[in-house]
C-alpha cells in the first residue's frame, strides 16, 4: 500500500487569500527524493481561511509509491475504428492510471488489461484516469476487479462495458461529472453491460479488503 504524506502551508492574511498551492486534486506525477523518482497521486487539497485570526492554511494530501511499487508503460487505445495507438501508463500496486502529463494520449477506447507485460492489474488507481476529456469508452478485462475514488471522474466517457466473470467494484465517485454518460442512480440503476457493483464508504473499504485478499498478488 502507499504512503500517505499530508503537507500543510500556513499563510498570512491580509484581506484575502490570493496565493495557491502548487498541486490540485487529482495530479498524478513522479517526484525526485534523493536520486530516486516516486509516484504520488494528490488525493486532497483543501483550503481552510479561518485557521485562527489572520491565517490560513492550504492541506495536500498525497499518495506516494516508491521505485520497486510502480512501473511505467504502454498499453494501447482504439483511437478510431481503424488506428491504435500507444498510450503511457503507470501500474502501481497492481493498480493502473495515467500520469497528468500523458492526459492527451488517453483519446478513443481503452480495453483495461488484466497485464501488462510481467506485471498484473487488478484495478483503477484513485483519480486513475482524472480529466481524460478525450476518453470515449472503457472496457474492463476479466480480473480487473476495483475501480477507486474519481478513477473516471470529468472525462469523456460516453459508455462503459463490464466483464462478465468477476463482478467490479466501483467506488460511488469514480464516475462523477461524466456529461456524456447517461444521467443514472448511482446504487439503483443498470446502465451498463456486464457484472458491476457501486458502493461507497465502509461498504467499499470492506469489499477492497477482500478483493486484496482474493485477487491481489503479493
Sequence with gaps: MPHTITYTEEIEEHGYCQERPALRTGEKYLYNVDGEKRLRI???VHFDKYVWKDVAQWSTVIEEYLPDEYVLCEILIK?????????PVFI???????????LDFASGELVIPST?????????APFGFYECKDLTKVTFSPMVVIVYQYAFARSGLK???FNEEVPVTVHVTALDDCDNLPKFDKLFDRPFSGKYLICGGDFFQKEEEQLR???FIS
Design 42 to 44: 494528490v488525493r486532497s
Design 116 to 124: 501488462v507485460g510481467n506485471w498484473y492489474v487488478r484495478g483503477v
Design 79 to 87: 483511437t478510431n475504428a481503424y488506428k491504435l495507438s500507444r498510450m
Design 92 to 102: 502501481a500496486n497492481g493498480m493502473i492510471g495515467v500520469l497528468t502529463r500523458d
Design 159 to 161: 459508455d462503459v462495458v
Design 213 to 215: 485478499q482474493w485477487h
